[in-house]
């Protein structure tokens, strides 16, 4: 190939076309960016007004110092997150080890059934909780809260950690008993470290999903246990406040390092397994 | 990297007495009698019983699914038999669990612990055991040197060949001084040529460590080459147990001789038999030989009987010129060579004999002081072999 052929392949390789991939990409970047870019700009605005008259971050300023209930509805959903997420994860990693290596009657019907609160829509869930905890004479609040958002976490947990389960070999659990290792020195030297990746992956999950849910947290929740998305939306009734927008850039920077974080993490366990 | 294995076989063995690992390991016996397994209506195993002599390399050989790795995992303790009794040096140890029988076990997989080094693999069992860390960091290395993966101390098991994950392996078990060790199938995952030589360094090792090694195996070569004992078995049966040499040259039973090595296997009727030196010299009718054969056997046979006549490939000779030797009683037939098959250091014919029947025979190639011309396709040839080159086979179907 001559050479200003060459130049030519990298002139054309760098051109952007209009071709179709190029219009959807463009589509879906706005579409997934711009409310976002709209919420952050409006968050620094003076006044509550849809369109930009002044920076300012009062805000920011209002969203830390005069915004109690906002707060208290952050504690409840970081508490519900961490509770549930973490029963979860234990609940669904113990039950993927158990039907993946113990036979028992109903093991099919119990994997069949432990999918289902994923795949039924929201609503379905949220009202047979509802029911369900009216029937038990239940007061509704945190409690109830938590014990939803555990039950549609543990499906992602024990397919997270299923999935890993099933590239681990099960002679290694032989091979720690061969060695000298109980059953339950095996499980903890052997087994969890092995698939700690997945259990992980269903914990963080877990948290973000309990962190971001509304539908069923609506159903369940009684008065003054209010997560985060319900009392944001309840203060969305009586229009936005720029507080919430002041919220949201908080929120998306925290999610961010998070994920960053998150990555790293599991890339240095990965590169370690 | 067959080059570099081979090389480190010799060093490895030579340089280092007992493989520089202290002193030859306390061994035991292991008796397995009247094993009986059962999964759902599959039978395993069908009362099973072998008796493993103290140090000896002993082989489990048989086809898929003949219940061997059952007998291994019951031996390992992995699994339970529904009756029959294990014993170690004569002590029942059927209720202990796994980990306080004093037995390894090589696994096919290797099953390496993949979370941890080739250094904290081999440590496992010391660290369980609570030894102090210059002890385990000591003997660890002793092992490390023993397997020769010096340069591989600190990679994790994804990072390593095959041949090298079977080297952690047995270092894993031996560190832990097992009076036994259990080797399921442990070259099955890796190429043939390195299955050769790990299989050398496996029976080096043996006679280093001195301990019963009781290995499973569907390849009959590596059982032939490295046993001191096989035990052949079928569909959950053990049909022969015996040194490799009496499994090849007197195989027990129709199943054995097929399965060890390649045989001409033909039906046969005992006519006669009369004595002929320390044995028996027995006259068969074989049908598809299309006449009477001369063998020899240990036994007197009751004429009539019904039996089979087998003789090895190699055992045949295969001439253009009719074979004769005055002191030895020969059995030939003439026919056309229908298939030569050339494989370098050998060749093999099927030759068809003038009645119909097939002679496989197998002709080492020498060089040119061998006297005769070749043998090529559609020569007209004798095959021939001696009466205590065949052997009758008095237990068929099985």
Redesign the interface.
């Known amino acids: 190939m001559k050479e200003h052929d060459i130049e030519r392949l990298h002139a054309r390789n760098n051109q952007v076309h209009l071709s179709f991939s190029n219009i959807m990409l463009v589509f879906v970047l706005f579409f997934l960016f711009i409310p976002l870019i709209v919420v952050v700009t409006y968050s620094f605005n003076e006044t509550k007004e849809m369109n930009f008259t002044g920076f300012t971050l009062q805000w920011y300023k209002k969203l830390f110092t005069d915004s109690s209930a906002l707060w208290a509805a952050f504690t409840n959903s970081l508490l519900v997150a961490m509770l549930s997420s973490i029963t979860a994860t234990i609940l669904g990693s113990m039950a993927a080890i158990g039907i993946k290596w113990y036979q028992f009657k109903a093991r099919k019907a119990i994997i069949s059934v432990s999918y289902l609160p994923m795949v039924l829509p929201e609503v379905i869930v949220g009202v047979s909780m509802l029911i369900f905890f009216s029937s038990l004479n239940i007061n509704l609040g945190l409690f109830t809260i938590y014990i939803a958002h555990t039950t549609f976490n543990l499906p992602f947990v024990f397919l997270l950690v299923s999935a890993r389960l099933d590239e681990f070999d099960y002679s290694t659990i032989e091979a720690a008993r061969d060695l000298g290792a109980t059953e339950t020195q095996s499980l903890f030297k052997v087994v969890i470290p092995s698939i700690l990746p997945g259990i992980l992956s269903g914990l963080l999950m877990s948290v973000t999903m309990s962190l971001e849910d509304f539908v069923i947290t609506f159903f369940v929740t009684g008065a003054g246990s209010d997560t985060l998305p319900l009392y944001v939306y309840s203060q969305i009734r009586y229009g936005v406040s720029p507080v919430i927008n002041a919220l949201s850039m908080i929120v998306i920077l925290g999610t961010m390092a998070l994920a960053w974080v998150c990555k790293s993490f599991l890339k240095t366990i990965a590169a370690n397994s | 990297m067959t080059q570099e294995i081979i090389f480190r076989t010799i060093h490895c063995t030579n340089d280092l007495p007992y493989g520089g690992i202290g002193k030859p390991l306390n061994t035991f016996p292991v008796a397995a009698s009247h094993i009986t397994r059962a999964f759902g209506d599959f039978k395993a195993l069908d009362d099973v019983s072998v008796t493993i002599n103290a140090g000896e390399f002993f082989s489990l050989l048989g086809p898929s699914g003949c219940g061997k790795t059952t007998l291994l995992r019951i031996i390992?303790?992995?699994d339970y038999p529904d009756s029959g009794s294990l014993t170690f040096d004569g002590k029942d140890i059927l209720d202990l669990?796994?980990?306080k029988r004093h037995?390894?076990?090589i696994?096919?997989?290797y099953?390496?612990?993949?979370?941890?080094s080739v250094y904290d693999n081999i440590a496992?069992?010391l660290k369980?055991?609570k030894r102090s860390k210059e002890e385990i960091d000591e003997k660890v290395w002793r092992f490390v040197r023993m397997v020769q993966l010096e340069d591989h101390v600190f990679k994790?098991p994804?990072q390593l060949s095959g041949g090298q994950k079977q080297r952690v392996a047995i270092a894993?078990?031996l560190i832990?001084e097992p009076n036994v060790l259990l080797l399921d199938e442990p070259l099955s995952a890796l190429d043939a040529k390195l299955r050769q030589n790990l299989l050398v360094e496996l029976d080096k090792i043996h006679d280093q460590v001195g301990i019963t090694f009781i290995y499973v195996t569907h390849d009959q070569s590596e059982a032939l080459s490295v046993s001191d004992h096989i035990a052949v078995m079928n569909k959950g049966k053990v049909l022969q147990i015996g040194t490799p040499y009496e499994i090849y040259e007197a195989p027990a039973t129709e199943f054995v001789a097929k399965f060890i090595g390649e045989t001409n296997y033909y039906p046969a009727t005992v006519v006669s038999f009369e004595s002929y030196k320390d044995e028996y010299l027995v006259k068969a009718l074989v049908p598809e030989l299309g006449g009477e054969v001369l063998v020899t056997d240990f036994e007197p046979q009751e004429p009539g009987k019904e039996v089979a006549y087998t003789v090895r490939p190699e055992k045949v000779h295969i001439a253009t010129e009719l074979h004769t030797k005055a002191d030895r009683l020969i059995n030939s037939y003439s026919g056309v060579v229908e298939e030569p098959v050339y494989s370098g250091f050998q060749s093999k014919y099927f030759v068809k004999l003038d009645n119909g029947s097939t002679v496989k025979v197998l002709k080492q190639h020498e060089n040119y002081m061998d006297d005769g011309p070749d043998i090529e396709w559609k020569d007209h040839v004798y095959v021939s072999w001696s009466a205590e080159d065949g052997f009758l086979i008095k237990e068929m179907g099985q």
Not at chain 2, 111 to 116: E, G, V, Y
């Open positions: 390992a303790g992995f669990p796994p980990e037995v390894n076990t696994f096919q997989t099953a390496l612990f993949p979370h941890l496992f069992a369980l055991k994790k994804s894993r078990a832990n």
